[in-house]
């Protein structure tokens, strides 16, 4: 025998976290800094600042991380210091006044599914818009004292961190989270052990660790699957925002939708109304079901009521190709067991995530998200309209503009993106019900008192901060990415807070094209070095690693700011956070936004540049389509002019040229002797009080509950009342009226639908029309309706105009005579054709029901 010279496993290591202990008298910063509350109180955040600078600025601005790293001689020095610590006692007071109000209960409920929150950069559970708009949504919740519980995952790795190569490629750096150092808390049992959810997969248990954030007065759950109970292929699950393959993706939604739902069993939560940021968390509708019928011994049908009257679907995708689409046999693996709970037919349910049941197409999560929920809605007025047309598959008897498909625009948390220095101001020249009512236009309206020169003053100190934080934040990058270290001081020489600054910074998908600029880089290059007039565009965004479009287009912009008379005039910012985000939406002067028509569904950024006295110049998509008022901004028109998607971005660049030269620059530099613009500032000025009330959180919060929640919470108490009473009863009426819906007969019909239209005083000759049906067995009431419609020539599909309904004047046994004397309103050549629907007053919408019979 030869003896080895070595002989050794692998170690398995686990998480040991060392960390100072507080004394008494700053035991309130560990409580505070645990709750993200701190991340709108500019007090505190100065508070953490004046602990140790230097400690701070080291762990990122973390708190938590600060607090445990405080050494001995410093927290001496602190504990001799009267002022700071009644500065602390101070502010621990108002945090807890202010999480000790109740929550609102006149209010209904709500519980909230997404798969990212940003909430803090220091937080890593977000990727982009979707994640910031969901945690701006939980602060505004608890401001407006919302009983709301958040749903999502913890996640090891997060997005990733973006660094960029000598040759400009993104490179994408997965770093793993301490959770020990970051504003979270273990979920314990009665034991004083951390919760474990157990997870029923179809041939596994997975377990998930509960966390929890304190988001000032409500919490957020989150679930993590790395620890040891599971498999390495489970812990995967939450180790990636986005990452990993179809399976995982499958994976990770059946847990945020099944698990989210046991997870809240788990706790003891019920809430009034179950709503899903995006079709990620649709498959809360099926657990619900499970328990439904499993526990309260309901059937299918009375189950699906009982789910569908407290669900609301929030789409943020205005493409069908952004949803999330599954194949039949994914879907198996890790339904089948489900279904089967559920008790109906694996047909029956792949039907549900179908628009053409019967078909053999992929499963998608939003169609089954419409379909077990009663209300959907859009995220900006514009993508209300973009999301009926593209869902109204899933109803083919009706037309988009028909469908219950309803919006609300997105908009943002002020308190935590307008800056400190702007928020001085406003809290100086405003009511002081300024922040409980943002929302009230004629509050905004007093920045017109405020002198022109305090406006210039508050823009010349964001732009101050924001290039002092870039020479500070990116000089050390430059000069270990670049191969000429010249080049970069020279850069840095070039960039200050005396030109007219333009940001672009948002995800690097091609249909934002961030291209448009360099189409004509002479023009541009005029544009830049003026040295009256100078600008500096300043870019930054991460591409998904999957995306090589949106990777090139980095890599191109980065080459092109490289160029000699580019140099500090075009610069683009690496690794784009919650963090670089607030200094660019209010330090730049312009917000350029320049998405693909009908492809942006909301966007948010350019609302925070506007409550930080920055001017938008966007194409009228997403949210700029309704909040563009003129004279406060500059816009592209919204309509395309070329049909060919490359005449169209040659036509917008060319705009974008021409605004920038003949109308932005020239206003900006149009300087007085006090050395500012004034038609600058009274755009400014037009832009807060013309546009600021009108997307912050605090009216898209008003907006949920009178648009959506209430009517939800509402319909929810009458559904589930005496025992389900009333859900036995709709499920009862639909399966019979389902069964015999065929078997009506049309026995007669006439409409003429010629008329003559007098458009000087409105007069029009009456259009006369009746429908005899006979109904035989069916129970259900019915409604007749003339539906009118204009044929698109460049489209070839009909153009819904308007409905006129019948009225039922006659009933002979089973036979129902209706009479229209309705006229068409509107003049020109139109199509027509006469619908029956089945009619009840307990369906919240004829889309919950939308059987429908052409009268051909």
């Not at 049941?357 to 973009?386: C, I, R, W």
């Not at 920045?447 to 050390?476: G, N």
């Not at 609302?607 to 309704?626: F, H, Q, R, T």
Request: charged share 25%.
């Amino acid at each position: 025998m030869i003896i080895q010279t070595s002989n050794t496993n692998s170690p398995v290591w686990r998480d040991v976290h060392v960390h100072s202990i507080l004394p008494e008298e700053l035991r309130p910063l560990e409580e505070i800094a645990h709750n993200i509350w701190w991340t709108w109180s500019d007090e505190t955040k100065d508070i953490f600042n004046l602990l140790d600078i230097e400690e701070y600025e080291k762990n990122d601005k973390n708190p938590v991380a600060l607090l445990h790293n405080l050494n001995t001689e410093r927290t001496e020095e602190l504990l001799n210091d009267k002022s700071l610590l009644d500065r602390i006692a101070n502010v621990y007071k108002s945090y807890k006044d202010y999480v000790n109000v109740p929550y609102n209960s006149n209010r209904p409920s709500i519980a909230y599914f997404s798969m990212e929150y940003g909430l803090s950069h220091v937080l890593k559970i977000y990727s982009g818009g979707l994640g910031v708009l969901a945690g701006d949504y939980l602060k505004e919740a608890s401001d407006s004292r919302v009983n709301m519980t958040a749903v999502g995952f913890l996640y090891r790795q997060g997005y990733f961190t973006q660094s960029l190569s000598i040759d400009g490629q993104q490179i994408a750096n997965y770093e793993q989270q301490n959770f020990g150092n970051i504003p979270i808390s273990p979920v314990l049992d009665n034991h004083g052990v951390q919760m474990v959810l157990e997870v029923p997969f179809h041939d596994r248990i997975v377990y998930a660790n509960i966390w929890k954030v304190a988001v000032g007065r409500i919490s957020l759950y989150l679930m993590d699957t790395d620890l040891e109970l599971n498999s390495d292929y489970d812990r995967f699950i939450t180790y990636q925002l986005y990452g990993g393959d179809w399976e995982n993706r499958m994976k990770q939604e059946y847990l945020l939708g099944v698990g989210g739902i046991l997870l809240l069993k788990k706790l003891g939560i019920k809430k009034d109304v179950y709503h899903m940021n995006e079709g990620h968390a649709a498959l809360i509708g099926a657990q619900r079901l499970v328990d439904y019928i499993n526990e309260d011994k309901l059937s299918f049908n009375e189950a699906m009521e009982v789910v569908r009257a407290s669900t609301l679907y929030t789409v943020h995708t205005p493409v069908p190709a952004g949803h999330d689409y599954f194949e039949e046999g994914l879907i198996h693996k890790y339904m089948g067991p489900l279904v089967e709970k559920i008790g109906i037919s694996w047909q029956q349910f792949m039907d549900m995530g179908r628009d053409n049941p019967g078909s053999h197409d992929k499963f998608s999560m939003s169609v089954f998200a419409l379909k077990t929920a009663q209300e959907a809605n859009g995220v900006s007025k514009l993508h209300g309209f973009v999301s009926q047309e593209m869902f109204q598959p899933v109803w083919k008897g009706y037309f988009p503009e028909e469908l219950h498909v309803g919006y609300v625009t997105n908009g943002i948390h002020l308190p935590t993106w307008a800056s400190s220095s702007a928020k001085r101001l406003y809290e100086n020249n405003f009511d002081d019900t300024f922040y409980e009512d943002q929302s009230n236009p004629a509050i905004w309206e007093k920045i017109f008192e405020v002198p022109d020169e305090d406006v210039w003053a508050l823009r010349m100190h964001l732009k101050e901060k924001l290039v002092t934080y870039i020479k500070s934040q990116f000089t050390d990058g430059w000069l270990q990415n670049q191969a000429k270290p010249t080049q970069i001081l020279s850069m840095l020489s070039q960039i200050n807070s005396k030109s007219l600054i333009i940001g672009f910074s948002r995800r690097f998908a091609t249909y934002k094209r961030a291209h448009l600029l360099f189409s004509d880089l002479d023009r541009l290059s005029r544009l830049l070095n003026n040295p009256d007039r100078p600008v500096t565009f300043i870019f930054a965004g991460k591409a998904h690693p999957a995306d090589g479009g949106g990777q090139a287009l980095i890599k191109h912009i980065v080459e092109i700011s490289r160029r000699p008379e580019f140099l500090g005039k075009i610069v683009f910012l690496e690794n784009y956070d919650m963090r670089l985000g607030k200094r660019l939406v209010s330090g730049v002067d312009v917000w350029l936004n320049t998405p693909t028509r009908l492809q942006e569904a909301s966007g948010t950024s350019g609302e925070k540049a506007i409550m930080n006295g920055v001017l938008n110049l966007s194409v009228k998509d997403g949210w700029w389509y309704e909040g563009y008022v003129k004279g406060a901004g500059w816009a592209l028109n919204e309509k395309k002019v070329y049909e060919n998607q490359a005449f169209q971005d040659e036509l917008d660049a060319t705009t974008i040229y021409s605004i920038l030269e003949t109308e932005v620059i020239p206003k900006y530099y149009a300087h007085n002797s006090d050395g500012y613009s004034p038609e600058w500032i009274k755009t400014i000025k037009n832009s807060i009080s013309k546009i600021g009330p009108h997307y912050n959180t605090k009216r898209m919060m008003d907006d949920y509950f009178d648009r959506f929640y209430n009517k939800l919470a509402s319909r929810s108490k009458v559904v589930v009342a005496n025992g389900f009473a009333k859900a036995k009863e709709i499920a009862k009426w639909k399966e019979d009226t389902a069964s015999k819906w065929d078997q009506i007969e049309v026995l007669n019909w006439h409409y003429d639908p010629i008329q003559e239209v007098d458009i000087n005083n409105g007069k029009q000759e009456r259009v006369y029309g009746e429908v005899v049906i006979d109904k035989k067995d069916l129970k259900a009431d019915i409604g007749v309706e003339s539906v009118i419609v204009r044929y698109d020539s460049v489209t070839n599909k009909a153009k819904f105009v308007e409905k006129h309904e019948f009225e039922l004047v006659k009933t002979e046994g089973t036979k129902l005579f209706f009479k229209s004397t309705k006229a068409v309103s509107d003049p020109g050549t139109h199509q027509y054709a006469i619908r029956v629907y089945p009619k009840n007053e307990d369906l919240p919408h004829r889309m919950d029901f939308a059987y429908v019979k052409w009268i051909n």
